[in-house]
């Protein structure tokens, strides 16, 4: 009797659960509707002021007890002066100012959408003395998605603003085409720049297929509408279509880049090699090396900056899967790290 209780209660217990989690999803389902339906918010950051107000607090924090009273004095004497000068300028013309942008990019380029906006929205407002600072991360991805996204960066450059691309991380291949097209470059000492090439990867099963005797059959209307397949047999003529398809890719890659960045070799640059920030300077794939935090500190201290970012609402779907995709990232990292320093420690 009582085993079938204990049954009975597991059986309760996990049916409990199951509702729950369908309910969970269809909450998280209903209310990312419901934030669709809102849209995305810009956000605007002066960071001038932030950097400003991170100073005194580190002074504040570091100042002796005895002279922290005197020292808030002086900052309020301070931000009177700041405020009235900034008064008595509101009457002279607009001075110009830095727009600053974030690309973080993925194998299908999925910020696309958002920096078409964010860029949309700058050339709305901005002058032609503004300069437009773009923090671009990315090790590149399909072809016609990042296409789009150097096309949309374009746009800054047709509009007549000055665009400089900082390369902290990583700009190769897809990431490449959209940092050529600025007025400037500029990387990290050993950011990871170039790979400017075309590369594409075709599994094939045909012969495990064939061998347990099942066929596949693939129908096509067109001589080159299936060059390659996953499932069928590939054939000789094929594959040189395959080859001759990329080849022209790599054409169009080569165009782009060298319209863009004329002074650059392209025919002995375009092999798919890359660079480190320092080795790319002297080929010309970048016109200076440094921070992106170090040009805009320099930038800060000459006119007016500000970060642009449109952001979705931060719904529970959101953060749910924010918080998920953070743990799942931060433990494959701690992973990675012990596997590292447990093959350090064995040497």
């Known amino acids: 009797m009582s085993e079938w209780v204990a049954e009975l209660g ?156 900082c390369i902290d991380k990583v700009a190769a291949s897809g990431g490449y085409m959209m940092a050529c097209t600025a007025q400037h470059i500029k990387a990290a000492p050993f950011a990871v720049i170039g790979s400017i090439g075309v590369v594409a990867q075709v599994p094939n099963i045909h012969r495990l297929l064939k061998k347990h005797d099942i066929d596949v059959e693939l129908l096509t209307a067109g001589k080159y509408k299936r060059t390659l397949t996953v499932l069928g047999e590939n054939t000789e003529e094929g594959k040189d279509k395959f080859l001759d398809d990329l080849e022209n890719t790599h054409r169009l890659f080569k165009h782009y880049v060298a319209e863009r960045r004329p002074t650059m070799d392209i025919d002995s640059l375009a092999t798919g090699e890359i660079w480190y920030g320092r080795e790319a300077l002297p080929q010309l794939l970048v016109d200076s090396v440094g921070t992106s935090e170090a040009y805009l500190t320099e930038r800060m201290a000459q006119v007016q900056v500000y970060t642009v970012k449109l952001e979705a609402p931060k719904t529970m779907s959101r953060k749910l899967g924010l918080a998920v995709s953070a743990g799942v990232e931060a433990a494959a990292l701690k992973a990675l790290g012990l596997i590292d320093a447990a093959g350090w420690q064995r040497r």
Request: glycine fraction near 6%.
């Open 10 to 165: 597991t059986f309760l217990v996990q049916t409990a659960i199951v509702i729950a989690l369908l309910v969970i999803g269809l909450l998280l389902i209903t209310r990312s509707k419901q934030a669709k339906e809102r849209g995305l918010t810009l956000r605007v950051e002066q960071l001038n002021d932030q950097r400003l107000d991170r100073g005194r607090r580190l002074r504040l924090a570091t100042a002796l007890p005895y002279a922290r009273k005197k020292l808030l004095k002086t900052f309020r004497q301070d931000e009177k002066k700041r405020l009235k000068v900034q008064k008595s300028d509101q009457q002279a013309p607009p001075a110009s100012c830095v727009w600053v942008l974030d690309f973080h990019g993925d194998l299908k380029a999925s910020q696309t959408e958002h920096f078409a906006q964010e860029i949309s929205a700058i050339i709305d407002v901005a002058s032609k003395e503004d300069e437009v600072v773009i923090r671009l991360e990315s090790a590149g991805g399909l072809v016609h998605a990042y296409g789009l996204a150097a096309a949309q960066m374009d746009r800054l450059s047709a509009a007549g603003l000055i665009t400089t691309v």
